[in-house]
């Protein structure tokens, strides 16, 4: 019995914990943004600050009709929100919150999550297939392009914090970093060059401004999701904010140390948490502040720009080790 | 890397962070939010509201006289009117103002003779029956008791606007009109 | 290049990997509402039918049931952005026919009114481009955002001026109905330094924005040649190299008293259409400072206030009067046959000669470039429909 507990119990508590997490971030993204633009966010529900606003978000699309439309793939399309939702919870039982709070702690726990992480596109790809629209349509096939494009430079970047610790484990990642100065990001000119490439890329293949041009609303109406209400539109949604805080959490364990901080190692996890919700703000800031790059100018930044910087930073970072440094074993 | 790729990388990344910047000083500084309805910004004293019909505040009566002229010149024909006529003075015995077709031109303001029908500062008139909108005589009355009205009246208006008559008498109430 | 008839069945497939695709009238970028008709090869659009008219509401037969008096305050409806040209430009076409003098603090007023409207005008232009290309819930809103708080504390402005927000009745034949009211010269002066030192950073989030410039230089380009063969006016000519501004070239309204600037750019593109209306917000700033500081004493109007609906009469005869609003050139045939209303009004719109240039540019660009062309257009529908 115990043995079920535990073998049930921790990612159940894990995806509950996320799920709700991630529901308060959209709240503290529409605080954040809002504040950027002089305005105030959710005051209303929950006052004085829309405490209750997700909550209330959550039951009104709970209420919502279910719109199938008429023509369109209905297994697909049925199935294409949680194709999109699964990998991204996937994501989360590689990552370690603390030294042995991990669910998985994996020998290859990198590429685990970017292997995971990857299979999001499938799901969006279904979600404008099985819609039957034109502009859905569109805007399936620009993120397929623009997300398969920017893979690979991600992973090259993601790569450089592994060749400078030897291993592809994350909690191994982290304990190379120990010392404020450790920090990966703080690492002499590599580190901050690969840092921002981390950060760029990761806006890239998430479709986050300035790279948002899978669902430009201006244009496409909301792209791949235009025909999704209801429920199905809140696990998509749902799905986007729980794959960017996990590429979130990502870079805290690269370029951030992970669950390093001042005081006793039980603070671990608050500072991994701090840590990761730092890089969703600079992801929400960066958001607020630039308009979209148009779909053929990504293309050509991702294989003209960032595929050769990346690929010349991994080769950096391999030289640094055959030259002596680097961290950890 | 070649010299004018970082050059266009460093320009670049200078001007991500100007825009950048901004934004971050938009956020320490304070909302621009009112927050209605608990809160309402004060409307100046021209402000050109809901309207509503006055009584002389000396007699007490109504200053209405059913003349018709703000009928005549309402450009989507809101208001109508009848004349009821009587000894001393004509007042209207009907005065119907369709306010969810108004234009809040005031000209009506502006062409009547007695001051009669002002607007008010507050436009918060909003209901979920447009049966409700249809202000009547009473209803208009009833406004004009209840809230603020703001500086526009016939003879206020048509001072400001007249140009100043050959004594210069006319001009004296323009410019004083205009303080 | 041939554009498909409007019998073509929309979701159809034009054949060579064509797609017909509607950018119809309720979307988040048309400006208004707007129809294109797009023939698209992937994501270049190849073809361009423009479709208009969902904003008709009659204003040139009003101007035939309403008078001389009534018809100002509706006049401000057909540009509603900028509402202040638009009341402006009937009235001097009514003053031009009847031979009405207008006195010189009337003139001056109407100056500060149409430069303060014409600031405001292209606040929301900017805000609304920026919120096209960079999205609703994006950067282009946060732009939008402070573009509008600028907005707001010019439309207090007005508010304090004439009671009203938007749509003002502020002209009338003969002069201006309102007069400036005590504190309101001082109250424009802080608005004013206000929005000019926040313009400095709007340019600094746009300005040197690699992806802003890469999203605008290059794009849109309207050849000298073309813009004079269509007859676009305003910012469009000027960005392409033409320094043709009413105010110089016809100088109404005392503008000839006043020193300012007449930006040209010449590339053409949306980029150069960018750099003559930020250039434009300076000169107008400019302009306001000038008319506060000039202000003649003396009466608002030539003719008393109105009193009745048929106060004023115009002899028979045609006339054209045109401003230069912040779109362009908006003028009114007026044609009157002696009776207190016109014979026949007929508004030509910036926004319709300036959209018509939109089907002669738009094919060869992607669907992107649309938006932002669209943007830089700059138009409001009121005007193109009327």
Same mark, same amino acid.
């Given at each position: 019995m115990t043995d079920l507990l535990w073998t049930v119990g921790p990612p159940f508590l894990l995806l509950n914990g996320v799920l709700i997490f991630v529901t308060y971030l959209t709240l503290l993204e529409r605080k954040f943004a809002a504040r950027l633009q002089s305005r105030v966010g959710p005051y209303e529900v929950g006052r004085p600050h829309g405490w209750l606003q997700p909550i209330a978000d959550a039951v009104k699309l709970l209420l919502k009709e279910d719109i199938v439309p008429a023509a369109a793939d209905r297994a697909v399309y049925n199935l294409a929100p949680i194709v999109f939702l699964v990998p991204a919870f996937l994501m989360y039982a590689a990552i370690p919150f603390a030294r042995g709070w991990a669910l998985a702690d994996l020998e290859i726990g990198l590429v685990f999550v970017l292997a995971v992480s990857s299979l999001e596109v499938v799901g969006l790809f279904m979600c404008g297939w099985g819609s039957n629209n034109k502009y859905a349509l569109l805007s399936a096939m620009r993120a397929v392009n623009q997300i398969i494009s920017y893979e690979v430079p991600f992973i090259l970047v993601a790569l450089v914090p592994v060749v400078l610790t030897g291993s592809l484990r994350l909690s191994t990642i982290v304990d190379a970093q120990q010392g404020l100065l450790g920090w990966f990001v703080f690492y002499p000119g590599l580190g901050q060059l690969a840092f921002v490439a981390f950060v760029i890329l990761a806006l890239a293949s998430e479709n986050r401004i300035p790279f948002d041009i899978v669902e430009a609303e201006s244009e496409l109406v909301a792209g791949f999701r235009v025909e999704y209400s209801g429920m199905k539109f809140a696990l998509i949604q749902l799905a986007e904010f729980v794959h960017l805080f996990g590429v979130a959490c990502l870079g805290t364990l690269l370029f951030l140390g992970g669950w390093l901080g001042p005081g006793p190692a039980a603070l671990g996890p608050i500072w991994f948490v701090l840590k990761a919700l730092v890089l969703f703000l600079v992801v929400v800031w960066v958001r607020w502040s630039f308009i979209r790059i148009r779909v053929d100018q990504i293309l050509a930044l991702s294989w003209k720009v960032f595929l050769p910087a990346s690929v010349v930073l991994l080769l950096a970072a391999g030289a640094v080790v055959a030259a002596g440094g680097g961290a950890g074993a | 890397m070649p010299e004018g790729g970082v050059r266009t990388a460093v320009r670049m990344a200078r001007a991500a962070g100007t825009a950048m910047a901004v934004t971050l000083r938009n956020l320490f500084r304070t909302p !621009?939010? !009112?927050?209605?309805p608990r809160v309402t910004r004060p409307y100046p004293e021209r402000f050109r509201g809901v309207l509503a019909l006055t009584y002389d505040p000396e007699t007490g009566e109504e200053n209405c006289i059913g003349c018709r002229l703000c009928e005549f010149i309402c450009p989507p024909q809101v208001i109508k009117v009848e004349m009821l006529k009587a000894e001393k003075r004509n007042y209207a015995k009907l005065f119907t103002l369709e306010l969810y077709a108004c234009e809040f031109c005031e000209l009506c303001v502006q062409v009547c003779p007695t001051d009669a029908i002002v607007m008010l500062r507050t436009f918060d008139l909003a209901t979920t029956d447009r049966r409700e909108l249809l202000l009547d005589k009473d209803r208009l009355h009833a406004l004009g008791r209840q809230f603020p009205p703001s500086w526009a009246t016939g003879t206020g208006l048509r001072a400001m606007q007249a140009p100043p008559a050959r004594g210069g008498a006319k001009g004296e109430a323009a410019k004083d009109a205009a303080e | 290049m041939t554009t498909p008839a409007r019998t073509v069945v929309e979701y159809g497939y034009g054949g060579n990997e064509r797609l017909v695709m509607n950018m119809g009238p309720q979307h988040p970028s048309a400006h208004g509402v707007f129809r294109m008709i797009l023939t698209l090869e992937g994501e270049t659009i190849v073809g361009v039918d423009p479709v208009i008219g969902?904003?008709?509401?009659c204003h040139e037969k009003l101007g035939e049931t309403l008078t001389y008096v009534q018809y100002p305050s509706i006049a401000s409806k057909t540009d509603y952005v900028s509402a202040m040209t638009a009341e402006l430009c009937y009235v001097r076409a009514a003053e031009q026919l009847g031979q009405i003098d207008v006195p010189k603090r009337a003139q001056y007023l109407r100056v500060l009114a149409a430069e303060l409207q014409r600031v405001a005008s292209h606040c929301l232009w900017l805000g609304t481009w920026c919120m096209d290309m960079g999205g609703a819930l994006g950067g282009g809103a946060t732009m939008f955002l402070y573009c509008f708080r600028e907005r707001e504390m010019i439309l207090d402005l007005f508010e304090a001026l004439t009671g009203a927000r938007l749509l003002y009745g502020f002209h009338q034949v003969g002069g201006t109905r309102y007069d400036i009211p005590a504190g309101w010269a001082d109250k424009c002066r802080e608005t004013i330094a206000h929005v000019e030192g926040r313009l400095g950073e709007y340019e600094a989030l746009l300005e040197g924005n690699t992806i802003f410039l890469v999203r605008t230089q290059g794009v849109g380009v309207i050849s000298p040649a073309l813009a004079q063969e269509v007859g676009v006016s305003g910012p469009l000519l000027r960005g392409s190299g033409f320094s043709h501004d009413l105010r110089r070239v016809e100088p109404y309204s005392s503008y000839e008293d006043f020193a300012f600037d007449v930006p040209v750019e010449t590339a053409g593109d949306c980029h150069a259409r960018y750099r003559v209306r930020m250039q434009e917000f300076r000169q107008a700033i400019r302009i306001v400072r000038q008319a506060l500081d000039g202000l003649p004493a003396g009466p608002i109007s030539s003719r008393p206030g109105v009193k009745s609906i048929g106060q004023v009469k115009l002899p028979k005869g045609e006339t054209y009067a045109r401003v230069e609003s912040a779109r362009g050139e908006v003028g009114i045939y007026l044609v009157s046959d002696g009776s207190t209303k016109p014979y026949r009004m007929k508004w030509r719109g910036a926004s319709f000669s300036n959209l018509a240039v939109a089907g002669h540019i738009l094919p060869g660009h992607k669907i992107a470039d649309a938006v932002a062309i669209l943007g830089s257009i700059d138009p409001v529908f009121g005007e193109v429909d009327r």
């Open positions: - | !621009v939010t !009112v927050h209605y | 969902y904003l008709h509401r």
